[in-house]
């Protein structure tokens, strides 16, 4: 499926330099326009791209992406700012917006837009446990 504004949901998970504790503008306006539903997953691939992550949805596969959830309160004003911040209207994107299902902590699994890597990863070292800030923290870097 491609981005598209039909799917009727206002979640956005987030796996990398969105999270909490990342002090980037792009992050900053997340939490102040919208409102931590908790930590989720997804079944995936987490790949380290240098500066921050990027991750791919395999709905059949053993490995887990580990991130959180945010409720978007005004989806449509927010979120071609965050569009821009991860290049997908770029000639050559790296990530694409889709839904896809998460697991919430709660157990229950929702329908969350996420930014989904979509160029080759062989050249990428995979972050293996699917924690991004615990990849940063193992390698002593800094949100």
């Known amino acids: 499926m491609t981005t598209n ?15 909490q504790g990342f002090t980037n503008p792009f992050a900053k306006k997340l939490r102040k326009n919208a409102h931590w539903q ?5 079944t995936g691939k987490l ?9 791919l949805f395999l709905p ?7 991130g959180e959830v ?3 309160s005004d ?5 071609p700012s965050l569009d821009y911040y991860e290049g997908i209207h770029d000639s050559q994107p790296e990530y694409v917006r889709e839904p896809i299902p998460v697991l919430l902590e709660t157990g229950q699994v929702q329908l969350a837009w996420s930014y989904l ?3 080759p990863t062989d ?3 995979q972050i293996k446990h699917g924690d991004y800030r615990q990849w940063l923290l193992d390698n002593k870097q800094h949100l």
């Not at 790949?47 to 991750?55: K, R, T």
């Open 5 to 19: 504004q039909s799917v009727s949901t206002s979640l956005l998970f987030v796996y990398g330099t969105l999270m």
């Open 38 to 42: 908790g930590k989720a997953s997804f």
């Open 47 to 55: 790949f380290d791209l240098g500066s921050y992550p990027g991750a």
């Open 60 to 66: 059949h596969y053993k490995g887990i992406v580990y």
């Open 70 to 72: 945010w409720e978007i």
């Open 75 to 79: 989806f449509n004003a927010v979120i």
């Open 117 to 119: 890597y979509c160029q």
């Open 123 to 125: 050249a990428f070292v």
